[in-house]
Nanobody, 126 residues
């Protein structure tokens, strides 16, 4: 069982930056691939990015490529989402998710993830 807790959301102006964090429980964090998703009101949950359990290999949605960066520090059981050049259309609830071990495959579908955080609101508005 893995418990995930996101933090770092808030209100930011267009063009600004935020860094989200996702802290995980447990002692085998490095065996889980981690993903970030988001869901805007009235829309389906959208894949943003994922990173392998060992780190290094990442994948991004086209909508955030070049603006968002995923990273992880396994010693801290934490995955991060650095968001730059934010746009109003980035407004959503952001979720982190963990796939089943061994964490080598990067799923773009939410079905590939077994554990989810409660989400953190990001609002981009002037």
């Amino acid at each position: 069982q893995v418990q995930l807790v996101e933090s770092g959301g808030g209100l930011v102006q267009p063009g600004g930056s935020l860094r989200l964090s996702c802290a995980a429980s447990g002692r085998t964090f490095s065996t889980y691939a981690m993903g970030w998703f988001r869901q805007a009101p009235g829309k389906e949950r959208e894949f943003i990015t994922a990173i392998r359990g060992s780190g290094g290999t990442t994948v991004y949605a086209d909508s955030v490529k070049g603006r968002f960066t995923i990273s992880r520090i396994n010693a801290k059981n934490t995955v991060y989402l650095q968001m730059n050049s934010l746009k109003p259309e980035d407004t959503a609830v952001y979720y982190c998710a963990a796939s089943r071990p061994p964490g080598n495959f990067l799923y773009r579908s939410s079905a590939g993830y077994e554990y989810w955080g409660q989400g953190t609101q990001v609002t981009v508005s002037s």
